[in-house]
């Protein structure tokens, strides 16, 4: 329970999630409303495309997609964009013992992280990230990365709550009792959340890594120098991967062998998954409504193009009513429903403004042929409907809303946590 909660007040939503709402809708704007902006100029517009260019949403210009062009651009540059985060040297980074930052009673949780006593909340942050997706049992089925993520997962959540951190500076892990197993809407962060429930691996290869979970490694500007250009450079090689793996992947398709057995046993494998469902039923969709777009007919495009713009704009509203339900709701069982929504919503609005850009690419790649782009747009209309049509088939799964996956996940780390803690206790008094 928060100290709001205790003092009879309903707490507030924190400054990460209202700066969250505000980018979610920001972003559903732009994406919603950049069909009309291209319209405003219809010469300017007629021209471009006359030349066989097409407006890319995420760079905001007009280009020619040459994918064999993209594979040489793309051959120098790291699977990780450790050139840009460089996360490789973040995480084997050691602090000096004993001649840098503060004085505290002990430097445990400080060394799980790896992390100076005087690190800032945003190296924190991103030390977390760094160590978490190392261990993650997506990543890591061991027993001692499982025991490696609750200590980190631990530590974190101590050190990335200032009141818990300067107690825990002034008189060490015995002295916070219970109060650092206590898990909220109000004191999740919103990054981190992206990170861990949507930051699925088994997804890396069709919606590569999410916008949130580049701008969590990118940390804070001033400190790591990873600014609004590199993340658009990131977003830049994302969508060129997807393009490339999208393109490999429909190419036995495209040469005529039978593939759709194949592609549905990877759906039913996806679907599985931590949002599984979800993620991949948003996927399908926006590959049939682009390649629509990309190689139907006049009017099959226009109707693609407007269910395309209307689902965005049902984003942005679903958005905005979660974030208005969330600042009325008292305590955070009333909150949690509304945070879980906001979380979704941004992480399609995310999903379907990439998958635009990689069916795009993909469909109008001037490297091929026009024979090859169009048996290209059959493959990915087939995909599409093989993703879209997924479901799960466990009943659990299928069950469980949003809201039920956050909730098991935040309950077993609490009682993980807790379970941990007793342990400690019970040796501590023999």
């Known amino acids: 329970m928060s100290e709001k909660e205790k003092d009879g007040e309903s707490p507030s939503p924190p400054g990460l999630l209202v700066r969250l709402i505000g980018c979610c809708c920001a972003c559903a ?27 890319d949403g995420k760079l905001n210009k007009w280009v020619i997609d040459d994918l064999e062009a993209d594979a040489a ?16 040297s973040q995480a084997s ?23 100076s006593t005087d690190a800032t909340q945003s190296t924190i942050k991103r030390a977390y990230y760094v160590e978490a997706r190392k261990c993650h049992p997506d990543r890591n089925p061991t027993p001692a990365a499982a025991d490696k993520f609750r200590d980190i997962g631990e530590a974190y959540q101590v050190l990335s709550d200032e009141k818990l951190r300067a107690q825990y500076d002034l008189v060490g892990e015995k002295g916070l009792s219970g109060d650092k197993t206590s898990i909220s809407a109000d004191g999740v962060d919103p990054s981190l959340m992206f ?3 949507f930051g699925n691996d088994k997804f890396q290869h069709i919606i590569g890594r999410l916008l949130m979970v580049s701008a969590t490694m990118a940390g804070n500007q001033e400190e790591t120098n990873i600014g609004n250009e590199e993340l658009k450079e990131i977003e830049t090689r994302r969508v060129i ?19 759709k057995a194949q592609w549905e046993a990877e759906a039913a494998s996806l679907v599985e998954a931590s949002y599984g469902e979800a ?16 190689g139907g007919s006049w009017g099959e495009g226009k109707k ?61 790649d001037a490297s091929v042929s026009a024979d090859v782009r169009k048996a290209r747009v059959e493959a990915i209309l087939v995909l599409g409907d093989i993703y879209e049509a997924a479901k799960s088939k466990d009943p659990k799964m299928r069950a469980m809303s949003a809201r039920g996956i956050f909730q098991n996940a935040a309950q077993a780390a609490m009682e993980e946590t807790t379970r941990k803690n007793n342990e400690k ?5 023999l």
Not at 48 to 54: N, S, Y
Not at 99 to 115: A, I, S
Not at 242 to 258: C, H, M, R, T, W
Request: proline fraction near 4%; include cysteine.
């Open 279 to 294: 993620i991949l039923n948003a996927v399908g969709m926006s590959y049939r409504l682009v390649a629509t777009q990309m």
């Open 241 to 259: 991967r997807l393009a490339l793996n999208l393109a490999s992947k429909i190419q036995p398709f495209v040469e005529g062998e039978s593939v």
């Open 93 to 115: 980074y050691v602090p000096p013992p004993k001649t840098g930052g503060k004085k505290v009673k002990e430097t445990k949780y400080y060394d799980d992280l790896g992390v």
């Open 195 to 197: 990170t861990m429930i």
């Open 425 to 429: 206790e019970n040796a501590d008094m």
């Open 29 to 55: 704007c732009a994406i919603a409303l950049c069909p009309l902006v291209c319209c405003c100029s219809a010469t300017d517009t007629a021209i471009q495309k006359a030349q066989g260019k097409r407006y």
């Open 304 to 364: 693609a193009e407007f269910k395309e713009v209307k689902n965005k704009i049902g984003t942005l509203k679903t958005t905005m009513k979660a974030a208005s339900e969330m600042q009325k709701a008292e305590g955070e069982e009333a909150q949690l429903p509304a945070y879980l929504s906001i979380m979704w919503q941004a992480t399609s609005m995310d999903i379907a403004a990439t998958i635009h850009e990689v069916v795009a690419k993909v469909s109008l």
């Open 73 to 88: 651009y793309m051959k120098d540059k790291p699977e990780d964009d450790d050139d840009i985060l460089k996360m490789d």
